[in-house]
């Protein structure tokens, strides 16, 4: 397994304004995501936080307004921008452990947008 | 029909029951399955994952069922602390051979005292 540390672990923000969340990884690891969790809902994939080359974004989010940084193997940030109550939500940082499809999470960073 | 379909629940249960949830799957080219673990405001866990041979950890079960397209998560004796969502994940390649994770929504369990 893996142990993934998130910052901040919450934080409320003005509409407008922009938040950086950070993840860190104790180990080095191939394959990161970003996912958010709205209240109820399961988890919807945000992006592939790709090393050294852009993210791999789903349908329906846009590098604009997701833009996430992936320096090395083990850190990566994802930027709520332009920041709007709809975006109030959970969102985690997850790793792939070698080759399998077994996902470890982060203790997740609760947005929320006033 | 969505990609992975879970009854919601609540599923409220007696300590001690033996309570079971199943997930479907409408990908037949599916080639991973798994369980995770949600509690309450916190990140999902991974619980188990599901052999085509079935698995057992404990007092928890999962089974697969490719000819039906669904798996099963058997919990016996349940305890007071099994109280949870439990997620179905489901894995495969997509078209551009990259692996895809489609999440359930999950099932709510409550074991009471």
């Known amino acids: 397994s893996a142990v993934i540390s998130q910052k901040p672990s919450r934080d409320i923000c003005q509409r407008g304004t922009s938040l950086t969340i950070q993840c860190q990884v104790d180990?080095?690891?191939?394959?990161m995501f970003w996912y958010r969790q709205q209240p109820g809902q399961s988890l919807t994939l945000i992006a592939t936080?790709?090393?050294?080359?852009?993210?791999?974004?789903e349908s329906g989010f846009v590098i604009d307004k997701f833009p996430i940084s992936r320096p090395n193997l083990t850190f990566s940030t994802l930027t709520v921008s332009n920041m709007s109550p709809e975006d109030s939500s959970i969102y985690l940082c997850?790793?792939?452990?070698?080759?399998?499809?077994?996902?470890?999470f982060g203790p997740g960073t609760r947005l929320t947008v006033t | 029909r969505k990609e992975v379909e879970q009854d919601p629940g609540p599923f409220n249960v007696p300590e001690g029951a033996t309570v079971a949830f199943n997930c479907t799957y409408s990908?037949?080219?599916?080639?991973?399955f798994f369980w995770y673990r949600q509690d309450c405001r916190k990140e999902p866990k991974l619980l188990m994952s599901?052999?085509?041979?079935?698995n057992e950890d404990g007092r928890f079960t999962a089974q697969l069922n490719r000819a039906s397209q669904y798996i099963s998560l058997l919990i016996r004796d349940s305890k007071l602390s099994d109280s949870a969502t439990y997620l179905c994940?489901?894995?495969?390649?997509?078209?551009?051979?990259?692996?895809?994770?489609?999440w359930g929504l999950g099932t709510s369990l409550a074991v009471n005292p």
């Open positions: 936080a790709n090393q050294g080359s852009e993210a791999t974004y």
């Open positions: 180990s080095q690891v191939t394959m």
């Open positions: 599901v052999y085509s041979s079935g």
């Open positions: 990908n037949s080219a599916s080639q991973s």
């Open positions: 994940v489901v894995a495969h390649y997509n078209a551009g051979n990259n692996r895809k994770l489609i």
């Open positions: 997850s790793v792939l452990i070698g080759g399998t499809y077994e996902q470890y």
